[in-house]
């Protein structure tokens, strides 16, 4: 079934679209009653349905009920209220085209421009204990069409089905949205009425009903600081980590077809601000059953960005590749230090820190830092004075959560209780996908190793390479890692050549190069780059080996007087 036609000339541009008109119809009334003053101080007119109506009624609002507006009142205890051409035809009509604004004349029905719904509590009922037709009755009908019409008609009409956004649509009550807002609220409305619908039929099939039918509530910090739709560039509906629930049953991701069947079952968390940039729309999807970034909760701080996300998944990587304390920091998804604790050391996850932010201060200047155990007072009061946009870790003390709170601007985030990695990664590429298990090859110890030049090395030093080549793991490739002391002390990564990691490296190292170890995430294809490693005076080399030239490059270690291990297994990161 084919939709109508338009010729594209005949759409009139509208961008800015006041609001003049509000249809407000909400299960959770939360809110509703501040929205509706700040609409009608703004001159809105506001129709709305029901309980809200008389909500609105009883709070001295002026409010027109639906009955009156379709001229037919409510039927079928309920089941009847909002279907009707008067309501529909005002959420439909594509006002950039003439002949449907004149046919709302015709009709004698005015149009919406601010649509407010939130949907019957389905999931809160199931899990109630309800059963049949008590469940049945609360699944909503109206609602998710006037949210569908609405969204679909997102050119003319704003779309609210969260109530954490009604601080935003408040104070835009005398501008209205522009279109690019308007969309933004039209796909999380999409995904809103999707999540509902999946619920609904997993119930019917007798599965575990997991998707929230509304989304959970802010945290407190959350809630104080919304995301800005009244900007030039919106993202939807605010950051906030899921309300506690009912934990699902766990999804077998361990293999390809497991993991996509999970991500037929992803649900949405929250949209988000923005993608990448500004300009790109994004949201948040949970696995069933998972224990990962996703559901961590945030304690502290702004919402949670796209690449907030991109960056604390990629620095919990590196900090969990470890089982000693140890800390990673990430910017841009790159490690700029990773370390483990100093022997020793009185506060270990502090020392760690200390060491890891000490490889390159300059680039962990508003990076992401993940800790691999509790955060302590003595390493809140170091990442206090640094600015940082994330902090995430398996908890903090409380004094150390309070010294960190003190910074408006770092989010905080406590891990889910047995965070783990899914069994499976997934990439999208045009046209479909690539499954894979995660990098998880354990051939950390060098007794797997094949030493091809030099000397055996002391213990110390076999230690270190041993942390590099484990560090090196999560360095985008190409990947070159120096380290001294189970600490990274220069890294070199994302270059589309080898020798241009093996500069960068050393430059960042800069006298800590000489005496450290050095570790590559794939072969030398040349001597040249080891030779800049050795020039600037490391001790020992760990790479996986395999090239054409292996042995032109063991000759250069053994020139050198150089022990140089062979993994036999890369560790790529594209």
Same mark, same amino acid.
């Given at each position: 079934?084919?939709?109508?036609?338009?010729?594209?000339?005949?759409?009139?541009?509208?961008?800015?679209?006041?609001?003049?008109?509000?249809?407000?119809?909400?299960?959770?009334?939360?809110?509703?009653?501040?929205?509706?003053?700040?609409?009608?101080?703004?001159?809105?007119?506001?129709?709305?349905?029901?309980?809200?109506?008389?909500?609105?009624?009883?709070?001295?609002?002026?409010?027109?009920?639906?009955?009156?507006?379709?001229?037919?009142?409510?039927?079928?205890?309920?089941?009847?209220?909002?279907?009707?051409?008067? +309501?529909?035809?005002?959420?439909?009509?594509?006002?950039?085209?003439?002949?449907?604004?004149?046919?709302?004349?015709?009709?004698?029905?005015?149009?919406?421009?601010?649509?407010?719904?939130?949907?019957?509590?389905?999931?809160?009922?199931?899990?109630?204990?309800?059963?049949? !037709?008590?469940?049945?009755?609360?699944?909503? +009908?109206?609602?998710?069409?006037?949210?569908?019409?609405?969204?679909?008609?997102?050119?003319?009409?704003? +779309?609210?089905? !969260?109530?954490?956004?009604?601080?935003?649509?408040?104070?835009?009550?005398?501008?209205?949205?522009?279109?690019?807002?308007?969309?933004?609220?039209?796909?999380?409305?999409?995904?809103?009425?999707?999540?509902?619908?999946?619920?609904?039929?997993?119930?019917?099939?007798?599965?575990?009903?997991?998707?929230?039918?509304?989304?959970?509530?802010?945290?407190?910090?959350?809630?104080?600081?919304?995301?800005?739709?009244?900007?030039?560039?919106?993202?939807?509906?605010?950051?906030?980590?899921?309300?506690?629930?009912?934990?699902?049953?766990?999804?077998?991701?361990?293999?390809?077809?497991?993991?996509?069947?999970?991500?037929?079952?992803?649900?949405?968390?929250?949209?988000?601000?923005?993608?990448?940039?500004?300009?790109?729309?994004?949201?948040?999807?949970?696995?069933?059953?998972?224990?990962?970034?996703?559901?961590?909760?945030?304690?502290?701080?702004?919402?949670?960005?796209?690449?907030?996300?991109?960056?604390?998944?990629?620095?919990?990587?590196?900090?969990?590749?470890?089982?000693?304390?140890?800390?990673?920091?990430?910017?841009?998804?790159?490690?700029?230090?990773?370390?483990?604790?100093?022997?020793?050391?009185?506060?270990?996850?502090?020392?760690?820190?200390?060491?890891?932010?000490?490889?390159?201060?300059?680039?962990?200047?508003?990076?992401?830092?993940?800790?691999?155990?509790?955060?302590?007072?003595?390493?809140?009061?170091?990442?206090?004075?640094?600015?940082?946009? &994330?902090?995430?870790?398996?908890?903090?003390?409380?004094?150390?959560?309070?010294?960190?709170?003190?910074?408006?601007?770092?989010?905080?985030?406590?891990?889910?209780?047995?965070?783990?990695?899914?069994?499976?990664?997934?990439?999208?590429?045009?046209?479909?996908?690539?499954?894979?298990?995660?990098?998880?090859?354990?051939?950390?110890?060098?007794?797997?190793?094949?030493?091809?030049?030099?000397?055996?090395?002391?213990?110390?030093?076999?230690?270190?390479?041993?942390?590099?080549?484990?560090?090196?793991?999560?360095?985008?490739?190409?990947?070159?890692?120096?380290?001294?002391?189970?600490?990274?002390?220069? &890294?070199?990564?994302?270059?589309?050549?080898?020798?241009?990691?093996?500069?960068?490296?050393?430059?960042?190292?800069?006298?800590?190069?000489?005496?450290?170890?050095?570790?590559?995430?794939?072969?030398?294809?040349?001597?040249?780059?080891?030779?800049?490693?050795? !020039?600037?005076?490391?001790?020992?080399?760990?790479?996986?080996?395999?090239?054409?030239?292996?042995?032109?490059? +063991?000759?250069?270690?053994?020139?050198?007087?150089?022990?140089?291990?062979?993994?036999?297994?890369?560790?790529?990161?594209?």
């Amino acid at each position: 079934m084919s939709g109508p036609q338009h010729d594209p000339s005949l759409y009139r541009p509208r961008d800015q679209v006041p609001f003049r008109r509000a249809l407000l119809s909400v299960s959770d009334k939360a809110g509703v009653v501040e929205l509706g003053e700040a609409l009608a101080a703004a001159g809105v007119e506001l129709v709305s349905t029901g309980s809200t109506a008389k909500l609105l009624a009883d709070a001295g609002l002026p409010v027109t009920e639906v009955a009156r507006v379709t001229g037919f009142a409510e039927a079928l205890d309920g089941r009847v209220k909002t279907l009707h051409p008067a +309501i529909h035809a005002g959420l439909l009509a594509d006002l950039r085209l003439e002949h449907h604004e004149r046919q709302l004349v015709e009709l004698g029905i005015a149009p919406f421009e601010l649509v407010v719904v939130n949907l019957y509590p389905f999931v809160e009922t199931v899990r109630s204990g309800a059963e049949g !037709d008590a469940v049945v009755e609360q699944i909503d +009908i109206g609602g998710p069409a006037m949210v569908r019409a609405s969204a679909k008609n997102h050119a003319n009409v704003a +779309i609210v089905t !969260d109530p954490r956004v009604y601080p935003l649509i408040a104070r835009a009550a005398g501008t209205g949205l522009t279109l690019l807002q308007r969309r933004a609220l039209a796909r999380d409305a999409f995904a809103h009425t999707a999540a509902y619908d999946g619920a609904v039929a997993r119930w019917f099939a007798g599965e575990p009903v997991e998707a929230p039918a509304a989304p959970a509530a802010p945290a407190p910090a959350a809630q104080a600081e919304p995301p800005a739709l009244v900007e030039p560039m919106p993202g939807g509906t605010p950051a906030a980590p899921p309300a506690p629930a009912p934990e699902p049953a766990a999804a077998d991701t361990s293999s390809a077809s497991g993991l996509l069947r999970a991500v037929g079952a992803a649900t949405l968390v929250q949209g988000l601000r923005y993608g990448e940039n500004s300009h790109q729309h994004a949201g948040l999807f949970a696995l069933p059953g998972g224990r990962g970034i996703t559901q961590a909760e945030l304690l502290h701080g702004k919402p949670m960005s796209f690449n907030n996300y991109v960056d604390a998944d990629a620095a919990l990587r590196a900090a969990y590749d470890f089982h000693e304390p140890a800390v990673a920091v990430v910017k841009h998804a790159n490690p700029c230090g990773i370390a483990i604790a100093a022997p020793g050391a009185a506060d270990p996850i502090a020392s760690a820190h200390e060491r890891a932010h000490a490889c390159d201060p300059v680039s962990a200047f508003g990076g992401v830092i993940a800790a691999n155990r509790t955060v302590t007072l003595a390493m809140a009061e170091t990442v206090a004075g640094i600015f940082t946009e &994330v902090v995430v870790a398996p908890d903090f003390e409380p004094e150390a959560l309070e010294v960190l709170s003190r910074k408006k601007n770092v989010r905080l985030l406590r891990l889910p209780e047995g965070y783990a990695r899914e069994g499976s990664e997934l990439r999208q590429v045009s046209g479909g996908l690539l499954v894979q298990q995660p990098d998880t090859f354990d051939a950390f110890s060098s007794h797997t190793w094949r030493r091809a030049s030099g000397s055996h090395v002391s213990d110390a030093v076999l230690a270190d390479l041993e942390f590099a080549w484990r560090a090196c793991r999560s360095v985008k490739s190409n990947a070159i890692l120096l380290a001294s002391g189970g600490a990274s002390v220069g &890294v070199g990564m994302g270059q589309v050549n080898r020798l241009d990691s093996c500069r960068l490296a050393v430059a960042r190292a800069g006298e800590r190069a000489a005496g450290s170890v050095a570790a590559s995430d794939a072969f030398f294809p040349f001597a040249d780059g080891l030779q800049i490693l050795l !020039d600037a005076g490391i001790s020992a080399v760990v790479q996986p080996g395999g090239s054409v030239r292996d042995d032109e490059v +063991i000759a250069a270690a053994e020139a050198a007087g150089i022990t140089m291990y062979l993994t036999g297994e890369r560790h790529f990161a594209h």
